[in-house]
């Protein structure tokens, strides 16, 4: 989670460190929203390493998730579902 700098209560605006629990306010109860530092995201994660990156999910822009980096990836792989045409379903 390097680039959390925190997480900022929807409500009460409380800053609460990176590692609080997710979602929930210790002062107020109020949902949490993840505060990043986007100078630094924009410095490691190009268009470049993206399009170096073979991962075809979300899980591609790791590096700016607020998950740690020992966080086990799902099974599931969310995320590059293809589009098909449905020209029955266009007609209709």
Known sequence: MR???GL???????QNPADAVPGVCPVCGS????VYDY???RRSLTRR???RCGEP??????AS???GASAAVP????GWTPLYRAPRLARE
């Open 65 to 67: 998730l607020p998950v």
């Open 75 to 78: 099974q599931a792989r969310p």
């Open 39 to 41: 100078a630094a995201i």
């Open 49 to 51: 390493a993206l399009s």
């Open 57 to 62: 999910s979300l899980w591609r822009y790791r």
């Open 31 to 34: 949902n949490q929203e993840v």
């Open 3 to 5: 680039h959390v700098l």
């Open 8 to 14: 900022r209560c929807l409500a009460c605006a409380a």
